[in-house]
Structures are given as structure tokens and as C-alpha cells.
């Protein structure tokens, strides 16, 4: 059973799919930084890409990501000239150094272009950077699949696939602009493993509006039906302040920070009731699944599309706002389509912004990683005593033990495992606001 400790949880705090975090990038960082990162990448090394896709054919009113619609042709064509250019600039640079084993296809809604495209974008890097046999991972949009997408799934064999499922409550979706009904989603997991996909992972959401627990129970169980080989839980972050398109929500309708802790609760029993491995504190998997692998040989990572059991510690983003990360650098792309497209065309690599990874901060993120994915960590030897008290509030309700120089969290400290870890972030007392809730 977990407790609910409020005043533990007062603080938002970042999700650390990084660190230092996106929210600590700046300017300093360009493209100057960005060419010296590719000439340091050995031949050989292992490297992953990402490709963003900033545009989804509808746009829901609940999400945070960088995109736009997809209404007009022009439009899509430009950016995508401009991202097959970007390849053609970054694969010339990396000149054949490096060795592409994954590359993963995200947004927005990679299938918001037509399949063709996506055709001729992967036909692209797997020439450009003589990637053999990658390992293909896609988020989709489940409301605008088409048999030409589903064929081209089979035909390029991708094995990851995301679907963003949210709720199956009508209500529900309603008043999150994301409406799907129940027996399209059922088809289209059908199609999709069909098409030759062998880990499918449905997002879902607590803390929406109108929705309860026995709201959440219903999506839960018509999971369990469709059998995923992982969900990831998250709860809902509301920041109308920070994300325009939220003020659509109506706020009234959202549930109190305790039945958040209590849906999360729930859907965490009840996934692991039904055979889910928990991967950290709200991904699951099968445990055939090489993410629920991963969590049980101490393999899991974390990078920018949350917890993986990518290994490779260079990982390039291409596309507006994507994050390129290097053993000693953070890179990110205009998020401005437009800025992105003139940078290309200009020769240039549209990065914009990012942070020098110092060893200091990358033993940080070591840290926190560890608590993260593992629950436990070693200590850095100079605690301040801020965090020591602040460690102590967490001991003394029995959520952590401390002993022989490491941190150990309980099976009960999952919903604090953020805020814990946020503990051993010195650049936290900077951070104010634009963070979501603990849980």
C-alpha cells in the first residue's frame, strides 16, 4: 500500500529524461558544439537516432508536444525537404563513423505524413548512414492509420510501436479534444501485430478530467483485454500557463492531487496484477518484453522518449526540436519549424540551444538514473545539509534506507522516486514552475 505523504509532494519536479534537463539548456550551445560532438564519435560506436515529426492531424488539447496541424501540404513538404537535407548535412559529417542499431520515429505523430513519405525519409537514412537491420520503434496516432501505413509498417518491419490511447472513457475524451472510440483502437492492435509489431505500448493517463477511479478502471481493464506488451501510466500535467491549447480543459473537472495519488496507485496494483512488470514508477511491461528485461538485469536507461533499453550513449536527434545527446553534450534543434528550415537551407545544423555535460553533472545524472530506473544509488561523499534533511524526511517515513554509503528506495517509494531524486539536483533551487506534478 502506498501512503500519501502531501507535503512530500508539494514541489513539481522535473522527469528527468535527462540531465541536466531540457528546462537548463541555453544558448551557449550551437552548432559549433554540435560538429565537434559528431567528430568525436569513434568508429564503431554504437548510435541511435531520433527523427521528430512536428505535426498530428488533430490536436489534443491535453498535449505538450512541439507540432502543429497537418492541413496544409505545402507545409509538410517544406519541413520534410528540410529534414532530408539535415540527414544528408549530419550523416556527411559523421562520415560513416558509428553505427546505427536503432532509430526511433516521434512527434507529434510520425503518421500525420503520408506513407510514402515516410518510405522515402527511412529509404534516406538507412542510405545516408549505412544503417543495416536497425531496430525500427513509430508513435502513432491510432485515429489515422491507413492500409497504406499498415503496409508500410510491414514492409519497412518495425517492432516498436506506440499508440496513444489515453482513455476509452467517451466523456472523457471528450473534453480532452482526443476521441477514439473503443472498437478502433481494438482493430487497429489487431492490424498492428498483423503488421509484424512485436512490443506495441499504450500511453494512458490519470488525472484527466471527469475521470475517477472507476473511470480508470474501465480503461484499465479494456487494456488487459487488448493486451499490450507495455503501458505507460502517466499522470496529466496542467499548465494552461505554459500551454495554450490547455485552457480548452475544463479545470473544475479535474480530480484533487489525492485521487491523482490514489488513480496512480490503483492503476499500478492493477497492472502488476495482471502480470506487468513495473519499470520504474509508471511504465509496465510483459516480462518477455526487452523492457521488463532490461529492469530485471539493471539495463534499463533513460533518455528523451522516457525509460529504454537503449544502451547507446549517442543518441541524434533530427527535425525540429529534437535533442541530440553525446557523452559530454545536450544539443537541441529550433523548435521553430520555420527557424529549423532556414538554418538547413542555410548549410547550417539548426541547433539552437543545449548545455555542456560536465563530469560533475553527469555523476548527478548518474545518480539520479540509478534511483529512477533501479531505486537505488550511490551517495555522493558531499551531501550538503539541505539534502541530508531533506533525505531524512523521506527515512523516517520508512520510503528510503541509507546504509554503507547507498540509497535504497522501498517498493513503497515509488510515487516520491522523482522527488527524491529531484534531492540530488543541485540546479533544482534555480527551477520555478514549467515542471509537472510528482504524481
Not at 503488421?195 to 473511470?215: C, E, I, K, T
Request: glycine share 8%; with cysteine.
Amino acid at each position: 500500500m502506498w501512503t500519501h505523504y502531501p507535503e512530500l509532494l508539494r514541489r513539481p519536479v522535473p522527469r528527468y529524461t535527462s540531465y541536466p534537463t531540457a528546462a537548463d539548456f541555453d544558448e551557449s550551445v550551437g552548432e559549433d558544439q554540435f560538429r565537434a560532438a559528431l567528430d568525436e564519435v569513434a568508429p564503431g560506436t554504437p548510435v541511435s537516432l531520433y527523427v521528430h515529426i512536428p505535426f498530428c492531424e488533430e490536436i489534443c488539447w491535453y498535449c505538450g508536444c512541439n507540432t502543429a496541424r497537418s492541413n496544409r501540404r505545402s507545409r509538410l513538404e517544406a519541413y520534410l525537404d528540410a529534414l532530408h537535407e539535415e540527414i544528408a548535412m549530419v550523416a556527411e559529417h559523421l562520415g560513416g563513423r558509428g553505427q546505427v542499431a536503432r532509430i526511433a520515429f516521434g512527434g507529434g505523430s510520425p503518421n500525420a505524413i503520408e506513407p510514402l513519405d515516410f518510405v522515402r525519409l527511412l529509404g534516406d537514412i538507412m542510405v545516408a548512414f549505412h544503417a543495416e537491420n536497425p531496430l525500427l520503434s513509430i508513435e502513432i496516432d491510432p485515429r489515422h492509420v491507413s492500409a497504406g501505413w499498415l503496409n508500410v509498417l510491414r514492409a519497412a518491419r518495425v517492432r516498436y510501436a506506440s499508440m496513444g490511447v489515453q482513455s476509452f472513457d467517451p466523456k472523457v475524451q471528450a473534453a480532452i479534444g482526443r476521441v477514439q472510440p473503443w472498437h478502433h483502437i481494438e482493430s487497429l492492435t489487431g492490424s498492428l501485430r498483423e503488421a509484424g509489431v512485436q512490443s506495441l505500448n499504450f500511453d494512458l493517463m490519470y488525472g484527466l478530467p471527469h475521470q475517477d477511479r472507476a473511470v480508470l478502471m474501465e480503461t484499465l481493464e479494456r487494456t488487459i483485454d487488448l493486451s499490450p506488451d507495455r503501458v505507460a501510466l502517466f499522470g496529466y500535467a496542467h499548465v494552461p500557463h505554459l500551454i495554450a491549447r490547455q485552457r480548452r480543459i475544463d479545470a473544475s473537472a479535474l480530480p484533487d492531487e489525492k485521487e491523482r495519488f490514489e488513480m496512480a496507485e490503483m492503476g499500478h496494483d492493477y497492472l502488476v496484477a495482471h502480470g506487468y512488470q513495473p519499470v520504474g514508477f509508471d511504465h509496465f511491461a510483459r516480462p518477455g518484453d526487452p523492457l521488463a528485461i532490461a529492469a530485471q538485469e539493471h539495463r534499463l536507461h533513460r533518455n528523451f522518449q522516457g525509460f529504454t533499453d537503449d544502451s547507446a550513449g549517442h543518441l541524434i536527434g533530427l527535425g525540429a526540436s529534437a535533442i541530440s545527446q553525446f557523452p559530454g553534450l545536450y544539443a537541441q534543434n529550433a523548435k521553430n519549424a520555420g527557424v529549423y528550415r532556414t538554418a538547413v537551407a542555410a548549410g547550417r545544423f539548426p541547433v539552437e540551444r543545449g548545455i555542456v555535460r560536465s563530469a560533475a553533472s553527469r555523476r548527478c545524472g548518474a545518480l539520479i538514473s540509478d534511483i529512477l530506473c533501479h531505486g537505488d544509488g550511490a551517495l555522493p561523499d558531499d551531501l550538503s545539509p539541505a539534502q541530508t534533511e531533506r533525505l531524512e524526511e523521506f527515512e523516517q517515513r520508512g520510503l528510503i534506507r541509507i546504509d554503507a554509503g547507498r540509497i535504497r528506495l522501498d517498493p513503497d517509494a515509488l510515487p516520491y522516486a522523482r522527488t527524491i531524486a529531484a534531492i540530488f539536483d543541485p540546479l533544482m533551487v534555480h527551477k520555478i514552475g514549467g515542471f509537472s506534478a510528482p504524481v
